[in-house]
């Protein structure tokens, strides 16, 4: 339930159903549009995988060019696959750098600030408070969703702001599928407290006994994305209230860099939601 769209040389999916909200900017960028050769072809974000610093710059130009955002309003945080959220309050004047702690979500309810995620096959979770004018980013990989961390940064908006679920509309990105991503049981027992882990773990086919029956034991097709939906749920979040993208960053590696697929030497892709700071009413 996401749509593609150009702006400036940037593809980007957006969410059809977030359209009556404009005092919203979000998008789950693809990896076109940018100056980025060879794996990091071409719209990479992340100065962390070896693709040169000035492609990395110039990439970031050409984001904040197509949206109209300052390079320093981008928020990002130094991502370590854990469960740390970073709130932002608008009352506040907090001043810090994101990248020197590791965090893996961030909220604010501060206008024109765009919460950024970087992904290659992890889930990235956005998600807005209509009522409130609050909004999430959210990296989760299997580690993430072994800790839930969809479903914390629900109770923190809760908490700290209170959110009702029934407010919240979330949007689940382009990560890599169960159709591509097989785990072992290592990342199977991660998942033991996960709501539905029958239903996101699929057993590789094929004939035997026991636990991970499949063409070798012990092995399991994981739909990462299920997982952080149903996490939401579980904490009330109407399904029609959660739109998921259903494209899978492996098997359309023309779109998405996909750190599986081309054995982790590969980009990443920026996505990122701001509450804009021009349209308040």
């Not at 999916?13 to 794996?39: D, I, K, M, N, Q």
């Not at 469960?83 to 810090?96: G, N, P, V, W, Y």
């Not at 600030?113 to 998600?127: G, I, N, R, W, Y």
Request: charged fraction near 20%.
């Amino acid at each position: 339930m996401i749509e593609l769209v150009k702006q400036g040389s940037i593809e980007y999916f957006a969410v059809p159903p977030w359209r009556p909200y404009p005092f919203l900017t979000h998008a789950f960028c693809t990896r076109r549009g940018g100056v980025s050769e060879g794996a990091f072809a071409s719209l990479n974000t992340s100065l962390k995988e070896g693709d040169t610093d000035e492609n990395i710059s110039k990439n970031w130009d050409m984001v904040a060019a197509a949206f109209g955002v300052s390079r320093r309003n981008f928020i990002q945080v130094h991502q370590v696959h854990g469960d740390r959220i970073l709130t932002i309050d608008d009352a506040e004047s907090q001043t810090f750098d994101p990248q020197d702690l590791g965090y893996d979500a961030i909220i604010t309810n501060r206008p024109g600030l765009a919460l950024c995620m970087k992904t290659a096959d992890c889930v990235p979770v956005l998600m807005v408070d209509t009522e409130k004018r609050i909004v999430a980013a959210v990296h989760a990989g299997w580690r993430g969703s072994s800790l839930n961390i969809s479903g914390k940064v629900l109770r923190l908006l809760s908490e700290r702001y209170g959110t009702r679920p029934q407010d919240v509309q979330a949007a689940i990105g382009p990560a890599i599928g169960a159709c591509c991503y097989e785990v072992d049981a290592k990342v199977y027992e991660a998942m033991e407290s996960h709501p539905a882990r029958d239903k996101i773990f699929v057993p590789l086919s094929g004939t035997g006994t026991g636990i991970g029956i499949g063409t070798e034991m012990g092995k399991w097709k994981l739909n990462l994305a299920l997982a952080n939906r149903c996490q939401l749920q579980e904490l009330e979040v109407p399904g029609e209230n959660i739109h998921d993208a259903n494209l899978c960053t492996s098997c359309a590696s023309e779109w998405f860099y996909s750190h599986r697929k081309e054995g982790g030497i590969t980009g990443r892709m920026l996505n990122f939601i701001m509450i804009n700071d021009k349209i308040l009413s």
